[in-house]
């Protein structure tokens, strides 16, 4: 069973560009997270999808990040501008019930 | 909020040696408790975990209690070795949300 994909793996770019990351969940799996995990830290949820609609999303900075699961299956996260903040691993993640299965996620530099 | 506190820190370790990484909560309700690894150059994957007080999640020679008296889930194992290397986090989710509070994790290296 191939797990959730992600890509790309990795992205550098410059501050105030636009960036996309998309997702593709395991089959079957009803539920989609997007977490970012900083340098030394745990992942921290920025959005959470049942199906296509966004069920938790208090953490996402919507002034600069978007992200849609148009037919409940992928995913896009994007920002727009990146702030060099930004920097950071975004992972990926579904599940059918309760455990998450993660992917190996991308990396971010914005320099 | 929910939250987890792992033990400061990178732990290094021989080979074969006891391996102890703390971890404790705070949470509202009663949540389920998790152990991820992250292996160097990986994804995060599920290594254990509890959804009841005084459950017992184990796997790959890993265990850990879940002790709603000391609002605690330690890490343990009894020999390690040097594939075990990598990074481990706790985490808890409420039943409610589903969502995933993590630790900072714990670096782990074991020397041959």
């Known amino acids: 069973e191939a797990g959730v994909v992600q890509s790309p793996r990795y992205k550098i770019i410059e501050k105030k560009q636009p960036v996309a990351f998309w997702c593709n969940p395991i089959s079957g799996h009803n539920t989609l997270y997007w977490y970012r995990q900083n340098l030394g830290q745990g992942p921290e949820l920025l959005i959470r999808?049942?199906?296509?609609?966004?069920?938790?999303d208090s953490q996402l900075p919507k002034d600069r990040f978007s992200a849609e699961r148009l037919k409940g299956v992928d995913s896009t996260l994007k920002i727009q501008p990146a702030e060099l903040g930004d920097s950071a691993v975004y992972l990926c993640?579904?599940?059918?019930?309760?455990?998450?299965?993660f992917g190996p996620g991308t990396r971010l530099t914005v320099t | 909020g929910d939250s987890v506190t792992q033990m400061e820190g990178p732990v290094t370790l021989s080979e074969e040696a006891f391996l102890t990484i703390n971890c404790t909560y705070t949470?509202?309700?009663?949540?389920?408790l998790f152990w991820y690894v992250q292996y160097p150059g990986e994804g995060l994957q599920l290594l254990l975990k509890a959804t009841k007080a005084d459950d017992k999640g184990s796997n790959k020679g890993f265990e850990a209690t879940y002790r709603k008296e000391t609002t605690s889930f330690h890490l343990e194992k009894g020999s390690v070795q040097v594939s075990d290397s990598a990074v481990y986090f706790c985490?808890?989710?409420?039943?409610?949300?589903?969502?995933?509070?993590f630790g900072k994790g714990n670096q782990v290296v074991v020397i041959p």
């Open positions: 985490a808890l989710s409420d039943q409610g949300n589903n969502r995933l509070a």
């Open positions: 949470a509202t309700g009663y949540p389920s």
């Open positions: 993640a579904s599940s059918l019930d309760y455990e998450q299965y």
């Open positions: 999808y049942e199906n296509e609609e966004a069920v938790d």
